[in-house]
Protein backbone atom coordinates (compact mmCIF):
# COMPACT_ATOMS: atom_id res chain seq x y z
CA UNK A 1 0.00 0.00 0.00
CA UNK A 2 1.37 3.36 -1.02
CA UNK A 3 0.46 6.42 0.39
CA UNK A 4 2.05 8.80 -1.69
CA UNK A 5 -1.57 10.05 -3.61
CA UNK A 6 -2.05 12.34 -0.70
CA UNK A 7 -3.60 9.92 2.09
CA UNK A 8 -2.86 10.90 5.08
CA UNK A 9 -1.65 8.66 8.38
CA UNK A 10 -4.30 8.78 10.61
CA UNK A 11 -2.84 7.77 14.21
CA UNK A 12 -3.97 5.89 16.52
CA UNK A 13 -6.52 6.81 19.51
CA UNK A 14 -3.71 4.85 21.90
CA UNK A 15 -1.07 6.50 23.02
CA UNK A 16 0.90 3.52 23.82
CA UNK A 17 0.09 2.51 19.80
CA UNK A 18 0.91 5.96 18.50
CA UNK A 19 4.29 5.98 20.53
CA UNK A 20 5.13 2.48 19.67
CA UNK A 21 4.90 3.05 15.48
CA UNK A 22 6.65 6.00 15.98
CA UNK A 23 9.75 4.63 17.45
CA UNK A 24 9.51 1.12 15.22
CA UNK A 25 9.14 3.43 12.17
CA UNK A 26 11.98 5.73 13.29
CA UNK A 27 14.55 3.32 14.08
CA UNK A 28 13.27 0.08 11.25
CA UNK A 29 12.38 -1.80 14.29
CA UNK A 30 15.30 -1.63 16.71
CA UNK A 31 13.15 0.20 18.74
CA UNK A 32 9.55 -0.53 19.55
CA UNK A 33 9.44 -4.02 18.09
CA UNK A 34 8.07 -5.62 20.29
CA UNK A 35 5.12 -6.63 22.55
CA UNK A 36 5.43 -7.95 25.94
CA UNK A 37 9.10 -9.31 24.87
CA UNK A 38 7.24 -10.98 21.53
CA UNK A 39 8.55 -9.25 17.58
CA UNK A 40 5.63 -7.45 16.33
CA UNK A 41 5.68 -5.75 12.79
CA UNK A 42 3.57 -3.17 11.79
CA UNK A 43 0.43 -3.35 9.84
CA UNK A 44 -0.46 -0.68 7.67
CA UNK A 45 -4.58 -0.38 6.53
CA UNK A 46 -7.10 1.57 4.84
CA UNK A 47 -9.29 2.63 7.25
CA UNK A 48 -12.99 0.27 6.67
CA UNK A 49 -14.99 3.80 7.31
CA UNK A 50 -12.86 6.45 6.83
CA UNK A 51 -10.56 5.69 4.00
CA UNK A 52 -8.08 7.21 6.57
CA UNK A 53 -4.19 5.22 6.47
CA UNK A 54 -3.92 3.45 10.38
CA UNK A 55 -1.00 1.73 11.30
CA UNK A 56 -1.06 -1.08 13.97
CA UNK A 57 1.79 -3.02 15.73
CA UNK A 58 0.44 -6.69 15.21
CA UNK A 59 2.50 -10.13 16.39
CA UNK A 60 5.10 -11.07 14.05
CA UNK A 61 3.46 -14.40 12.89
CA UNK A 62 5.42 -15.94 9.76
CA UNK A 63 4.12 -19.26 7.40
CA UNK A 64 6.76 -19.34 4.78
CA UNK A 65 6.76 -15.93 2.83
CA UNK A 66 3.23 -15.19 4.36
CA UNK A 67 2.64 -12.98 7.21
CA UNK A 68 -0.44 -14.45 9.58
CA UNK A 69 -2.54 -11.98 11.15
CA UNK A 70 -4.32 -12.87 14.21
CA UNK A 71 -7.35 -11.00 15.15
CA UNK A 72 -7.03 -12.04 18.93
CA UNK A 73 -7.53 -8.14 20.17
CA UNK A 74 -5.80 -9.85 23.36
CA UNK A 75 -8.77 -12.08 23.40
CA UNK A 76 -11.06 -9.23 23.78
CA UNK A 77 -14.95 -10.04 22.79
CA UNK A 78 -14.64 -7.85 19.76
CA UNK A 79 -12.53 -8.27 16.63
CA UNK A 80 -9.81 -5.18 16.33
CA UNK A 81 -10.13 -2.57 13.77
CA UNK A 82 -7.48 -3.83 11.96
CA UNK A 83 -9.43 -6.70 10.71
CA UNK A 84 -12.51 -4.44 9.66
CA UNK A 85 -10.24 -2.71 7.38
CA UNK A 86 -8.77 -5.59 5.87
CA UNK A 87 -12.13 -6.62 5.06
CA UNK A 88 -13.10 -4.01 3.49
CA UNK A 89 -9.73 -3.12 1.88
CA UNK A 90 -7.73 -6.61 1.66
CA UNK A 91 -4.41 -4.58 0.84
CA UNK A 92 -2.19 -2.98 2.87
CA UNK A 93 1.33 -3.11 3.89
CA UNK A 94 3.98 -4.76 6.49
CA UNK A 95 6.66 -2.86 7.56
CA UNK A 96 9.33 -5.51 9.05
CA UNK A 97 11.88 -4.02 10.17
CA UNK A 98 13.28 -1.73 7.28
CA UNK A 99 11.48 -3.86 4.74
CA UNK A 100 7.89 -2.61 3.60
CA UNK A 101 6.18 -5.62 2.26
CA UNK A 102 2.60 -4.89 -0.27
CA UNK A 103 0.16 -7.14 1.08
CA UNK A 104 -3.62 -9.01 0.23
CA UNK A 105 -5.17 -10.05 3.20
CA UNK A 106 -7.28 -13.24 2.83
CA UNK A 107 -9.14 -14.66 5.73
CA UNK A 108 -8.66 -18.44 6.19
CA UNK A 109 -10.99 -21.48 7.72
CA UNK A 110 -10.72 -25.12 8.61
CA UNK A 111 -7.44 -26.93 7.99
CA UNK A 112 -5.70 -23.58 6.98
CA UNK A 113 -6.71 -22.11 10.24
CA UNK A 114 -5.89 -24.85 12.30
CA UNK A 115 -2.62 -25.57 10.80
CA UNK A 116 -1.92 -21.47 11.36
CA UNK A 117 -3.36 -21.21 14.89
CA UNK A 118 -0.42 -24.30 15.50
CA UNK A 119 2.49 -21.87 14.09
CA UNK A 120 1.01 -18.85 15.96
CA UNK A 121 0.89 -20.89 18.91
CA UNK A 122 4.13 -21.79 19.35
CA UNK A 123 5.14 -18.58 19.03
CA UNK A 124 3.08 -17.15 21.13
CA UNK A 125 1.42 -19.45 23.75
CA UNK A 126 -1.43 -16.78 25.45
CA UNK A 127 -2.97 -17.00 21.80
CA UNK A 128 -4.85 -20.20 23.86
CA UNK A 129 -5.87 -18.05 26.73
CA UNK A 130 -7.15 -15.18 24.07
CA UNK A 131 -9.22 -18.40 22.53
CA UNK A 132 -10.27 -19.59 25.68
CA UNK A 133 -11.57 -15.57 27.40
CA UNK A 134 -13.14 -14.16 23.62
CA UNK A 135 -16.13 -15.59 23.47
CA UNK A 136 -16.23 -15.47 19.30
CA UNK A 137 -14.13 -17.13 17.11
CA UNK A 138 -11.07 -15.48 16.65
CA UNK A 139 -10.21 -14.57 12.70
CA UNK A 140 -6.82 -15.33 11.37
CA UNK A 141 -5.49 -13.66 7.99
CA UNK A 142 -2.53 -14.61 5.55
CA UNK A 143 -1.40 -11.23 4.33
CA UNK A 144 0.25 -12.67 0.87
CA UNK A 145 2.88 -10.37 -0.63
CA UNK A 146 1.68 -8.62 -3.81
CA UNK A 147 3.59 -7.06 -6.54
CA UNK A 148 2.93 -3.33 -6.00
Known sequence: MTTTDGDAYSPSSSERVRDQVARYEASDGAEG?????????????RGATSGA???????????????????????????????????AHPDGEVRDGAHRIPV??????????????????????????????????IPILVLEPINS
Open 33 to 45: GDLGGRPVVILTT
Open 53 to 87: IRKTPIMRVVDGDVYVAIASYAGGPRNPAWYGNLV
Open 104 to 137: RAREVHGDEKARLWAIADAGNPAYAGYRAQAGRD
